[in-house]
């Protein structure tokens, strides 16, 4: 179960590390994405200096790892669940999905193989969700990004938003859980942390809107 538990998160870590914004940039556009528009390696900057291909095919991979990351962790807690639970009684599939939320989140966030940088989690996070909240819960979270990235044009405010919103929607999918409900809440953390200087030039008045020609970061 031990061993359940920890090679859930590892997995999930190792597969929110690949950075398939540098990767498509290069491998795809022969351009290194961190050294243009805001330097970061999602969907936002990817859509920016390498195009929309680029940008959507970094978003669905984003988000494919994320989804990747939730479906391996109910094989995984489903295996070890069957199994003898001797001293673990409290361990349920919660912890599995929760320790895949933010294990994927962690290492696209920071990813070892980019010197432990890396991206801000959101399409990552939102393909997790499907599995850690499941469909509904996730086309919340998506939706509280989409409606604020279109009202104000901000990606940062949609994206900021959501991660606000997580560990309210997580009460309800895990009520009476407060080890698997921290580690999302901490998840949710990082993804606002990891949006801190956008949350700089959003109160100086200088974060790059959509349309927005100047290439300041969001």
Known sequence: MVLGLIGTFVIGFLLGSIPWGVVIGKVFFHTDIRKSGSGNIGTTNAMRVIGKKGGVAVFVLDFGKGLLSGWIATLIGGACLAGETTGLEWVSMREFLALSFIGCISGHIYSPWLGFHG??????????????FGPVGACVELAIFIVLVVATRYVSVGSIAAAIAC????????WGDPFAWALITLSAFLVFYAHRENMK???????SRIGD????AA
């Open 201 to 207: 030039r959003l109160r100086a008045g200088n974060e």
């Open 167 to 174: 560990p309210f929607i997580a009460l309800d999918y895990y």
């Open 119 to 132: 991206g801000k989690g959101i399409a990552v996070a939102v393909g997790c969700l499907f599995f850690v």
């Open 213 to 216: 020609k100047k290439k300041s």
